[in-house]
């Protein structure tokens, strides 16, 4: 079996792995990035709304938001330096019911505990910029935007390899065991790699890879995977902003986004809890179609009859079924100095990226 010694190994080459290693080689580190499949970002990564988040829906003391609201400041930055395709469109939360006002209006008690700003609108006001909604009150967050994800991911390959690191693709990390000598052995079938830090950012895969590291100590959390399906809008959107109507319990409700082309997609909705990464099914059954038309015209009653296709779908890693905060464990949680493992980087993890790779290399300095 062939061996390579290694400084940081970082499993996994989705757009957290990404940034991770990106920012760990322009501090200096000798990075290897592993990815299991045939090409970087093609998972979790690949199927998502594409939204630059505010940081307005979680408590302002969690992970979430603090990563939210740094690393949306700093992406914005990183995409215009690098010309990554980006637009700050906006953002339309609405209330279409009475009874959903006071939750609008604690909405914009927790965006202000957040530090984040929205401005209310009446009604009126929510359907002249967006003409043809229902809406008694809305919230317009103007910090909201949209990104191309593959520019982004492909700007942190090339920052990350630009500083050194070196992508190894079909590199599965199957297992491996902490080291008497505080390096970790980890097993890529044909090929061992020694390495001195380890970051497991497996995403769907991070618990199962922890779980497997022989000298881990303490319990990986649960992983609860959850699909959600979207809808594509056939012709060109007649909206230039998101739209979100006021979120249920588990979810953001079905809303509107739009690509940097001007095509929308609805959704993400809340599909089944799964609970093996391995077997999900990516196909988005037709048969759907009604239930997303009727949430759709709750807030967009001019729908048009059979303007909705099937799309795509992506698998959230959450920790629960309701989902929980970020988890970014290292030693104090399993006691090897040097492994750190995130666990339920769900959105906004894309927002956040480039906020938890400083978090991330600043755990392992310490």
């Excluded at 990564?45 to 969690?62: K, L, M």
């Excluded at 980087?345 to 927002?351: A, D, M, V, Y």
Aim: proline share 7%.
């Amino acid at each position: 079996m062939e061996s390579y010694e290694v400084g940081t190994a970082v499993i996994g080459a989705g757009v957290v792995g990404l940034a991770v290693a990106a920012e760990l080689a322009r501090r200096g580190r000798e990075v290897w990035i592993l990815e299991r499949g045939a090409r970087w970002g093609a998972e979790t990564s690949s199927r998502n709304s594409e939204v630059i988040h505010a940081g307005i829906y979680n408590p302002p003391e969690s992970l979430k938001t603090r990563l939210c609201v740094e690393g949306r400041r700093r992406l914005y930055a990183w995409a215009e330096a690098r010309g990554v395709g980006h637009r700050k469109c906006g953002k339309l939360i609405l209330a279409a019911e009475p009874e959903e006002e006071p939750a609008l209006a604690a909405l914009a008690e927790r965006a202000a505990a957040n530090g984040v700003a929205l401005e209310p609108l009446t009604g009126t006001q929510a359907q002249a910029l967006a003409p043809g909604l229902r809406a008694r009150a809305a919230l317009f967050s103007p910090e909201t935007g949209i990104l191309d994800s593959h520019g982004f991911m492909e700007s942190l390959l090339a920052e990350a390899e630009a500083h050194g690191a070196i992508l190894a693709l079909r590199s599965e990390a199957r297992g491996g065991a902490a080291r008497a000598d505080g390096r970790f052995d980890l097993d890529l079938g044909e090929t061992r790699l020694v390495a001195r830090e380890v970051v497991n950012a497996a995403g769907l895969g991070a618990q199962a890879l922890a779980r497997r590291i022989e000298g881990r100590g303490g319990e990986a959390p649960p992983l609860v995977v959850r699909m959600g399906r979207y809808f594509a809008l056939a012709g060109r959107s007649p909206f230039s902003r998101l739209i979100y109507p006021v979120p249920p319990v588990g979810g953001l409700g079905v809303h509107l986004t739009l690509d940097l082309g001007g095509r929308a997609k609805f959704g993400p909705d809340v599909g089944p809890a799964l609970q093996d990464p391995e077997a999900l099914d990516y196909r988005v059954d037709p048969a759907l179609g009604p239930v997303f038309e009727a949430a759709v015209r709750r807030w967009w009653p001019g729908l048009p009859e059979g303007a909705l296709q099937p799309d795509s779908s992506g698998a959230r890693p959450k920790l629960s079924a309701k989902g929980e905060d970020f988890r970014i464990e290292g030693a104090e949680t399993h006691g090897l100095p040097g492994w750190i493992d995130l666990f339920g980087i769900e959105s906004p993890g894309l927002t956040s990226a480039l906020a938890l790779a400083e978090l991330v290399a600043e755990k392992l300095e310490a």
